[in-house]
């Protein structure tokens, strides 16, 4: 009954009086309650039945508290026992009367924080009423003023009561009122899905209400993203708002402009990007806001028409103004950003520790100011021989110091200690830590200044002289500053790159104050030598026991990594997008495949049912960090992929209740197939499938009937798609055989023998025969080596086998098809492989390997094998006995120039120097069936009668 009047009391209470009410019950609660307990211990007022808020009252209307008198001035009661049953009756109900304050406290304070958001919010209305509205507002901020100087009166009138007090009673009030009062700041309102709420806008910056700054964002996905805005039912998707700062009256900065242009196309890169809002899941504003002052930022922030008040579910890219060297990385400002995800342009500095937020560096050449030293980058090679380099490990860099600052912080490397290893190591070490003025100056300048005033290693020279250096060396050091300086941030992140991209191994020295380029997806020990600082002594007794496989293999995967995630400004955007789909538990978006205008389609008169491979069935399995740390990474969701594991043996046989799979009646019975047993059954620790068959063929209507009458009742093929490789579709003249599967004739736009590995939609299967229009092959060779391939699904398997050699008299690599026993290449005019690899040739693969096949007309195959060896680390597979085809008839035969051998092994060079490397493999070995010339009972069969 109290509670329920006092609530209708406060409600009609008018602000002032509400703050005299505020003022009273502030005091009430930090007196100091030990000193009121044993005065009413010793009137006897506790064993009256009044309410601990009631007897406080009557005490404040003017009944004796004993105030201006010491501990010891104070009435004792009597110590007789039954004076002390009764106090200790009274301690017992007094425990859960404290209790009670507390809980009252609480609310006082809950009740003071909700008046601080009050006046807010009618501070910052009042700033857009008219100019006759103003006196209002400057009356409710004397409201607010003198709220203010009560406030400090009352933590004045608690400093001056006694403090002493001991024993379980002692509640003296624990902090100063100023304290207990949040200050004034901006309300973080939880956003309602599809409703904007978004704060008053005021006119003036002025008016606007700065909060405090909040170093500490304890942000995760599940408190500061709204994941019914990222659901399953529909592709991650992003936002991007337009290019525009309101509160900047000039245009836009270049570097704003340069770097807007490649999230723009990074995030369309990516595939995610839309131009729908209700359609996103995140949204991207990139900003600098370097050039303008904190409330600023907040001010344009609010003004987003999808910020909703705090900022989930954005990405916010914010670019330092002018880039200056002694410019220390923003801290202490998160709060204008709210719940977004901050990315910091060049700065790996983790915000005190927080996971929430990224950092994006612009590789090598990115920015417009670097256009000349990237053109000079131009003589620069990866290469991933010799392993060891001339020398061992290399340093090429300049101590900083600044007078009272460079031995303020933990353990930094510094030039004693490199001049200490140095003479350790000998002259396998080639450190040079004294530089020239002038290498100096060029390495403190970025952006408009040339000046440094953060202690830290400053490169000797310009990105390119590093990279030179990184060529030359099996292992480059490179030293995590201490400083949050952003000179120093891009110098480390481009130093990691730099060895990346030439095939220098890093050995980074870690300090923990920076986060490496998303590490959070990125396995850095495989690509590095990563070590605490402090073991800077021990290099070189680390380095000298890692060997040569190992150096090779990290050079392999810092070139993947390079390529996939760092190579360009725009991938770099995609790498990052990447992760926040990644965060959000969002498959990604599946590769692309092609699509053409069919000329002929037949149906057929199939005898066998269409069996289309499953689909997608990665789409929440594939995205794991090894498939983040392998070719071709996580970036895109392939529909069918080579990379799953083989089943168990005996899983078509021990089924599930309701599984009506049937067995062949042998296996059944605990038997073995072979003859026409195994020939009609395919067994294996595989689903039962079928292969596409793709046939490239070129003005050779008559070759190519006989080619696909060659097919007729062919089995296990799901359908056959002829490439017809002319500018010219195919004429009535040209007869199209019957087969028992699905006839499709693609004409494309134009005559490329990349052609042959277009990712067609049409394509259904896993496994793809590629066929020349003149190859000549029996079934059961064709179903034997599909057999094979379904036991190999990550390699080519194929029937002529070629290789390549070193040739010493010209210093280079040679193509090869004599006998021999090594193969490392089959020739894909008959060869399965996964349609995988259709994707990563057409899309994936470097885009000059595939210009350079246009150019001479050749090397597609090679182009493959390569391709394939480089993912797989792997030999190709070679089946049977045939080592080439013999046309007879044929005629116009790309083999037949004269210039066929010589461009082939151009070829080999050139994309061995693409690669930065040799992919290809060789093997000693081919596949045949098992019981191939093995002599056998009258009664047994062969597995086939030819191979």
């Known amino acids: 009954m109290a509670g329920d009047m006092c609530r209708v009391l406060w409600n009609r209470a008018s602000l002032q009086q509400r703050v005299v009410g505020v003022l009273v019950l502030v005091v009430l609660v930090c007196l100091p309650v030990n000193i009121i307990m044993e005065r009413l211990l010793s009137r006897g007022s506790l064993s009256g039945g009044a309410s601990p808020v009631a007897r406080v009252g009557r005490g404040l209307a003017g009944e004796s508290w004993g105030w201006g008198k010491s501990r010891d001035e104070l009435e004792e009661p009597e110590s007789d026992p039954g004076n002390m049953e009764l106090l200790q009756e009274s301690r017992k109900r007094y425990q859960a009367e404290v209790a009670e304050l507390k809980t009252i406290a609480q609310s006082l304070k809950d009740e003071i924080r909700s008046m601080h958001v009050e006046m807010a919010e009618r501070k910052a209305g009042d700033s857009v009423e008219d100019q006759g509205g103003k006196s209002k ?13 009560g406030l400090r009166e009352a933590g004045a009138m608690a400093e001056q009561i006694p403090k002493e007090g001991d024993g379980e009673y002692d509640l003296r009030c624990p ?18 899905p599809d409703i904007p709420k978004i704060m008053p806008r005021p006119e003036s910056l002025a008016d606007y209400p700065v909060p405090a700054a909040d170093d500490s964002r304890s942000c995760t996905i599940t408190k500061c993203i709204d994941l019914g805005r990222c659901s399953l039912s529909r592709p991650f998707r992003v936002f991007l708002y337009d290019a525009t700062f309101p509160d900047v009256k000039s245009p836009p900065p270049s570097s704003l402009s340069v770097v807007y242009e490649h999230v723009q196309h990074g995030v369309s890169k990516s595939g995610y990007l839309t131009k729908l809002p209700s359609e996103a899941c995140m949204f991207i504003v990139v900003l600098q806001s370097g050039a303008s002052p904190g409330n600023s930022v907040a001010l344009f922030l609010q003004r987003l028409p999808y910020w909703r008040g705090d900022g989930r579910n954005h990405i916010v890219i914010d670019i330092p103004a002018d880039m200056l060297p002694g410019m220390q990385i923003h801290q202490g400002v998160n709060y204008a950003y709210g719940n977004a995800i901050l ?28 256009k000349d030293t990237a053109e000079n980058s131009a003589d620069l090679q990866y290469a991933l021989l010799p392993s060891f380099k001339p020398s061992l490990l290399r340093f090429s860099s300049f101590e900083y110091k600044v007078k009272g600052k460079s031995d303020q912080v933990g353990h930094f490397v510094s030039t004693e200690d490199l001049v200490k290893l140095q003479k350790s190591a000998g002259s396998e070490f080639v450190f040079r830590l004294d530089c020239r003025q002038s290498e100096r100056q060029l390495s403190l300048r970025t952006g408009h200044a040339s000046s440094a005033s953060e202690p830290g290693w400053y490169w000797c020279g310009s990105r390119h002289a590093q990279a030179k250096q990184s060529q030359s060396s099996t292992y480059t050091l490179i030293i995590e500053p201490l400083a949050r300086s952003v000179v120093q941030a891009q110098q480390f992140v481009h130093a990691l790159e730099q060895c990346l991209q030439f095939g220098s191994v ?58 996939t995630y760092f190579s360009s400004a725009p ?61 071709p990474g996580a970036m895109f969701l392939p529909p069918l992929s080579p990379y799953v594991n083989h089943k168990p043996s005996g899983w078509e046989y021990i089924r599930k209740e309701g599984d009506t799979r049937k067995l062949h009646p042998m296996i059944e019975a605990g038997g073995a ?27 050779r209507p008559l070759v190519l009937y006989n080619a696909l009458q060659r097919l007729s009742n062919l089995p296990r093929l799901d359908r056959v798609i002829v490439i017809w490789n002319d500018d010219k579709p195919p004429g009535d003249d040209v007869v199209w055989p019957s087969l028992e599967v699905p006839l499709e004739v693609v004409k494309v736009t134009r005559n490329s023998l990349n052609n042959r590995f277009l990712p067609l939609a049409s394509i259904e299967t896993e496994a793809v025969l590629s066929l020349d229009d003149d190859t000549h092959l029996r079934h059961e060779e064709i179903d034997f080596a599909f057999r094979v391939w379904r036991e190999n699904r990550k390699r080519l398997v194929g029937f002529p086998g070629r290789f390549h050699s070193w040739d010493s008299r010209h210093g ?32 994936f693969m470097d885009e000059r390997i595939r210009a350079h096949v246009d150019k001479v007309m050749n090397c597609e195959d090679i182009a493959m094998n390569m391709l394939v060896s480089h993912f797989t680390q792997q030999p190709p597979i070679k089946v049977t006995l045939r080592w080439t085809f013999h046309c007879d008839g044929c005629t116009d035969a790309l083999s037949d120039n004269t210039e066929h051998f010589n461009e082939r092994h151009q070829c080999m060079n050139v994309f061995a120097r693409i690669y930065g490397y040799m992919p290809l493999i060789k093997t000693q070995a081919r596949e045949d069936s098992i019981l191939f010339k093995t002599r056998l009972p009258r009664d047994k069969g062969k597995c086939y009668t030819f191979v």
């Open 175 to 192: 902090q100063p009122v100023d304290d207990i009062l949040m200050p004034l700041s901006p309300v973080r309102v939880s956003p309602i």
């Open 673 to 699: 197939l072979w003859g026409e047993n195994f020939q009609n059954y395919l067994s294996g620790t595989r689903e039962p499938e079928r292969f596409t068959i793709v046939l490239l063929t070129y003005q």
């Open 137 to 149: 507002s400057r009356r409710r901020h004397g409201h607010h003023d003198r709220l203010g100087l």
């Open 571 to 631: 991938v770099a955007v995609a790498t990052l997008v990447n992760v926040v789909r990644r965060r959000v538990g969002l498959p990604a978006n599946p590769m692309t495949t092609v699509s053409f205008d069919h000329h002929l389609l037949k149906e057929g008169n199939s005898l066998y049912k269409s069996l289309p491979s499953p689909r997608f069935l990665q789409n929440f399995t594939y995205d794991t960090l090894d498939r983040w740390n392998s070719a």
């Open 343 to 370: 990315v910091s342009l060049y700065s790996g500095f983790s915000h005190q520790g927080s996971s929430f937020d990224l950092f994006l560096s612009l590789p090598y050449g990115s920015d417009p100011a670097e």
């Open 506 to 563: 890093p050995v980074v020295l870690r300090t923990f104050t920076y986060a490496l380029p998303f590490e959070e997806v990125i396995d850095w020990g495989k690509a590095a030598v990563v070590l605490p600082a402090a073991r800077v002594s021990e290099l070189n007794y680390i380095l000298a026991n890692i060997f040569e496989d190992d150096i090779i293999s990290m050079k392999r995967q810092g070139r993947f990594l390079w390529e």
């Open 812 to 843: 280079g690599w040679s193509y090869n098809a004599n006998f021999s026993c090594e193969i490392s290449m089959v020739l894909t005019g008959a060869a399965f492989l996964h349609k995988f690899y259709l994707h990563m040739y057409s899309h």
